[in-house]
């Protein structure tokens, strides 16, 4: 594990899934962790998670579609902790009803594209806007942003959320230009299908079995896998990782299509 002690990391998204377990990962090397979320109870447990395991932890309401509850966040997290040295920006609106509604650009409407991009991206942008003056001033800092791996592939529905993805990952590497001879380095990592408790709750198993079948690993990733990625990211033992994707998908991005039907034609090898 990582030490991370004496340093203050903010975690949006930090309710459920990949979230928490960054928040448990980085109070376990030490971190002060600020765990926030739109959902005010999410926060709370991810903050109780990281204190009943002897940590420090603070549970703020963030809504990333609001500049101004974005800046609040910061400001609880310095007030709390007097220091930011990591931001991780995992939230994105990915509730079940606005999911189902994005699909192909023909049929996507346009509220949706707007309301998907206001919270990934425009909420993306912002938390590191406010993010880089405290990182930046101590010349160590770290952002890691949480994109896909639809991100980097075409897919026949979730429009929005793909282009969302591909552009936190460009907004990762001007960062990392812009700002990495300050101190600041940015990376992202990009998860595969991740099986959190939404994933498990509201995807249906015929879904489930496409992205399994198309995957190199005989498994699909849990949240810990993800986060194990973007804690060494945020880590020291990165110090020399700056303006990298991190692609964590088990490698379903990574091979030629129609993988899983040639492993029903040939066989898996034994």
């Not at 203050?8 to 376990?28: D, M, N, R, Y």
């Not at 942008?125 to 994109?147: Q, S, T």
């Not at 496409?210 to 020291?236: C, K, N, Q, R, W």
């Amino acid at each position: 594990m990582p030490d991370f002690k004496g340093r203050t990391a903010i975690v949006s998204g930090a309710g459920g899934g990949i979230g928490l377990a960054v928040c448990e990962l980085l109070g376990l090397g030490g971190a002060a962790v600020v765990a926030a979320d739109v959902f005010s109870e999410g926060a709370e447990r991810a903050a109780a998670s990281v204190r009943a395991a002897g940590g420090q932890a603070l549970a703020v309401h963030v809504d990333l579609a609001d500049e101004a509850s974005i800046r609040a966040m910061m400001d609880s997290a310095i007030d709390a902790f007097g220091r930011l040295d990591i931001l991780v920006n995992n939230a994105a609106d990915q509730t079940p009803e606005l999911t189902r509604r994005d699909q192909d650009a023909e049929h996507l409407d346009v509220e949706v594209w707007d309301r998907i991009f206001q919270v990934n991206a425009r909420g993306t942008m912002l938390a590191c806007k406010y993010a880089l003056p405290h990182l930046a001033a101590r010349g160590d800092g770290a952002i890691v942003n949480v994109a896909s791996n639809l991100g980097l592939q075409g897919q026949v529905i979730q429009t929005a959320y793909s282009a969302t993805k591909a552009a936190i990952l460009q907004l990762t590497r001007s960062i990392a230009a812009s700002h990495g001879r300050r101190g600041v380095r940015c990376n992202a990592v990009s998860p595969g299908l991740t099986l959190s408790p939404a994933a498990r709750g509201n995807l249906p198993p015929e879904l489930l079995d496409i992205v399994e079948g198309e995957t190199l690993t005989p498994y699909l990733g849990e949240p810990m896998d993800i986060a194990h990625a973007i804690v060494f990211a945020a880590s020291g033992e990165a110090r020399y990782l700056n303006g990298h994707n991190l692609v964590v998908d088990g490698g379903t991005s990574t091979h030629v299509p129609g993988f899983a039907r040639f492993r029903t034609l040939f066989g898996d090898p034994e």
